[in-house]
């Protein structure tokens, strides 16, 4: 089945700095890549995703890049501000009805 | 759109009780559901897949017999933790995905359950 493998697992930025987290997956069938934030007992929020069939897709601060090829997949923030501190989980899937397959996560720090 | 609930949010229950979550999809009809198990500084394990009107699918050392997930509707899901032990304490979160979308999830708000 899917392994999704993501680092780092911490990572703490200056204010305004860039963070930049990265994933890889294993089965080449995958075509569906998600990024959750959550906040300490709360749910995963969606805040970007891309599918096989582009590269690179941006949300005004975030983006995402896509490499089919060597199977990973990063999620870039730009200009971070403390309320981006959170956990980021990267997933895979196939369309249909197979299930999200999570990454460990990476706890994010913004430092002020 | 696209709002997923969950009740309980919270519940305590003792040890050898029985608790029901249900999982409600408010605004679309969900032919699949998805049961996730995390544990604290964990991230989000799948338990069961479960599709409308069949059996679920569990992950592989997920006892079917302990965790009951019932899909009867397309728009309602419920999880029974069985025989509750505090090594079930976790925090469970359904997630539904739209007949119209086959890609997105969308999370409920998760339940803390502590058994005691």
């Known amino acids: 089945g899917e392994n999704v493998e993501q680092h780092p697992s911490t990572l703490s930025v200056q204010e305004g700095d860039s963070a930049v987290i990265k994933c890889t997956y294993s089965?080449?069938?995958?075509?569906?890549f998600p990024w959750y934030k959550q906040e300490l007992g709360k749910r995963p929020q969606l805040i970007i995703d891309i599918r096989s069939n582009v590269g690179e897709k941006k949300d005004q601060r975030i983006a995402v890049t896509l490499n089919k090829t060597a199977k990973h997949f990063s999620l870039h923030i730009t200009e971070t501000q403390p309320e981006d501190s959170a956990v980021y989980f990267c997933a895979a899937s196939i369309r249909g009805n197979t299930p999200l397959v999570f990454g460990k996560g990476t706890r994010l720090s913004v430092i002020a | 759109g696209a709002v997923v609930s969950q009740h309980p949010s919270r519940v305590i229950c003792k040890s050898g009780t029985s608790v029901k979550i249900e999982c409600r999809s408010l605004?679309?009809?969900?032919?699949?559901m998805f049961w996730y198990r995390q544990f604290p500084k964990q991230s989000l394990m799948l338990m069961a897949t479960?599709?409308?009107?069949?059996?679920?699918?569990?992950e592989q050392g997920v006892e079917k017999d302990k965790f009951l997930i019932n899909h009867a509707s397309l728009t309602l899901s419920t999880l029974t933790v069985t025989s509750a032990h505090p090594e079930d304490s976790s925090f469970y979160i359904c997630?539904?995905?739209?007949?119209?979308?086959?890609?997105?999830?969308?999370f409920g708000p998760g339940t803390r359950l502590t058994v005691t």
């Open positions: 997630s539904a995905r739209p007949r119209t979308n086959s890609y997105e999830q969308y």
């Open positions: 479960s599709n409308e009107g069949s059996k679920a699918t569990y």
């Open positions: 605004d679309f009809q969900a032919t699949t």
């Open positions: 089965d080449s069938a995958s075509n569906y």
